[in-house]
């Protein structure tokens, strides 16, 4: 049992590491002046000029000339790559992890090795069937094309589509994210994992959930609580982190996560709408009412200190009463002009 855990640990530390290589123009023009003198020495070899040399000298001749010219010349041929700037290439040869060509160049290697890339783009042509469906002004086609074996070492993004989660208050609410992401080491993300761009997509779902049923999906700032709209900066540097220690395994490094889509999921929508609603209306009053009883207290400390009117508990209350309804009032005040007594 121990053994068997420890050769699964070896095998998720597999490193990466440099291929063997030369460069591929030197052998390119090496090789193909060898192949021209062997079928040089192939082409005398059976022509009646070299009846005068030996036999054993002239089968000699002809088997290198042949072998070289026709079959291990062009086969070496096959061990040539061309990498672009941030591109590396995994090779295996015959079935073990051979090495990891990186940086752009022109390389030759080992002539049997294969690239690996569990994620292969087609980058190919289009092919030029087209198929009319019957009733429908619609065509249908096909590509035909070749796998590339090269991984791509840029920054690269990934948009998951939206989730339905329940936040720390048990709301239904509908949340995207969207990771910037590259690979770091090549051999863990062909070896490690089947996929890892769908392993990768599958973790950010995971992390998401986690990490959004730990907040509310909004929160007072009275009650200074953290939230899913108020600090999604802090949301999203979690997200990062739990989505990295996941993906170690696979050879990935996540730049950057952040949250590109939040709102109430539409059964909520219309119902959360009329609390935020009321929570503005309510709070809008309080700062009204308040500013309202500041004006007041204002209004009678300058008529008493200035003696514009000697008013007693009576009439002040029914002035402060007046002024309130004034200044709390949705509708502009009707002023009405008494020309008699107030008695």
């Given at each position: ?226 939230s899913l709209r108020g600090s999604s900066l802090e949301v999203a540097s979690r997200l990062k982190d739990a989505i990295q220690e996941k993906v170690d395994i696979s050879g990935l490094e996540i730049l ?88």
């Amino acid at each position: 049992m121990e053994n068997s855990i420890q050769a699964d640990e070896k095998r998720f530390q597999l490193e990466e590491r440099p291929a063997k290589s030369l460069n591929g123009m030197m052998f390119l023009l090496l090789n193909s002046l060898l192949i021209l003198i062997t079928i040089a020495l192939f082409i005398i070899g059976v022509t009646p000029i070299a009846d005068s040399w030996a036999m054993a000298l002239r089968v000699i001749v002809i088997v290198v000339g042949a072998l070289y010219g026709f079959i291990v010349g062009p086969i070496l041929y096959m061990g040539l790559k061309i990498l672009k700037p941030n591109e590396a290439l995994v090779l295996t040869l015959f079935g073990r992890y051979y090495g990891t060509l990186s940086g752009e160049g022109f390389y030759f290697v080992h002539p049997f090795v294969s690239g690996v890339n569990p994620v292969a783009k087609n980058d190919g042509h289009t092919g030029g069937l087209q198929e009319k469906k019957e009733g429908l002004d619609k065509y249908t086609s096909f590509n035909i094309s070749l796998p590339n074996k090269k991984i791509s070492l840029k920054a690269m993004t990934l948009n998951n589509e939206k989730q339905k989660v329940n936040d720390a208050l048990g709301n239904p609410i509908i949340i995207g994210i969207v990771v910037i992401w590259k690979v770091v080491n090549t051999a863990k993300a062909v070896f490690n994992v089947d996929n890892y761009v769908e392993y990768l997509s599958i973790q950010c779902d995971s992390a998401l959930r986690n990490i959004v049923r730990e907040y509310p999906y909004d929160a007072s700032d009275d009650e200074g609580e953290k939230s899913l709209r108020g600090s999604s900066l802090e949301v999203a540097s979690r997200l990062k982190d739990a989505i990295q220690e996941k993906v170690d395994i696979s050879g990935l490094e996540i730049l950057e996560a952040r949250i590109t889509h939040l709102s109430y999921a539409p059964e909520i929508a219309a119902a959360m709408l009329q609390r935020q609603q009321a929570t503005a209306i309510i709070a809008a009053r309080q700062m009204i009412v308040e500013g309202a009883v500041g004006m007041v207290e204002m209004a009678l400390e300058q008529l008493s200190k200035n003696n514009v009117v000697d008013l007693d508990e009576e009439r002040k209350a029914a002035m402060v009463s007046n002024l309130l309804v004034v200044l709390c009032g949705n509708k502009d005040a009707q002023p009405i002009v008494n020309s008699g007594s107030i008695y």
